[in-house]
């Protein structure tokens, strides 16, 4: 489900990628998006950990295998903006940038290069909730919610705040972990009872 709400917002109706880069340890939960391509025929290239850590080696492999799409963190991309190699990726290479908060300046930078790159928001407890194109014409953000996914930013009594206040953002959607094991205390003060959608049963995350 993920992969085809990212399908219907990355390629279109397009075809699938050819090629994508595992550019993370298996035990991130992002890496699931990558996995989730190849259902629909892209090869995948499972990235070293030794190469992740090396711009030099990881642009040179984008290079060689041809890379349509890859997941980086926006460590990574930094790390390649101080080697001087950001620019040696090829424009051709779409990017899916999770993992951390993006900063002011590589959400510039990213924008104004030859690539797509996406900036994508979720807790391990949401999975990638929201999304949206890195437009360095466009203030930072993170985006949209995904199909499947509703997205609220409340005060500290739990009340939608208008538009451009600040205050802790709660997400909901059915890729929703359901809670903390053996841990019920933590489950019920982060998973809290969803009170905006009139869903019977279901929880919002506070993230």
């Known amino acids: 489900w993920l992969a085809v709400s990212l399908a219907g917002e990355i390629i279109g109706d397009g075809p699938p990628p050819k090629t994508v880069a595992l550019n993370s340890p298996v035990f991130f939960d992002g890496h699931v998006i990558q996995f989730s391509w190849m ?3 892209s090869t995948m290239v499972i990235v070293p950990e030794d190469v992740r850590r090396d711009p030099h080696r990881l642009v040179d492999l984008l290079i060689s295998h041809e890379i349509d799409l890859m997941d980086c963190t926006p460590s990574q991309l930094d790390m390649a903006t101080g080697f001087g190699v950001l620019d040696d990726i090829p424009a051709t290479t779409k990017m899916l940038v999770i993992g951390e908060a993006v900063s002011e300046k ?48 409340v005060d500290a009594s739990g009340e939608l705040v208008p538009q451009g206040v600040a205050g802790e953002l709660l997400v909901g959607g059915g890729r929703m972990a359901r809670g903390y094991h053996n841990r019920p205390a933590l489950t019920a003060e982060r998973f809290v009872p969803d009170s905006f959608t009139g869903r019977a049963g279901r929880r919002l995350y506070r993230t």
């Open 106 to 153: 590589l959400w510039r930078t990213l924008g104004a290069g030859p690539w797509q790159a996406y900036n994508l928001y979720g807790p391990t407890e949401t999975h990638a909730a929201t999304m949206t194109v890195i437009d360095p014409a466009e203030p930072l953000s993170i985006g949209v919610p995904l199909p499947g996914y509703d997205a609220f930013v």
């Open 39 to 41: 259902a629909g025929g």
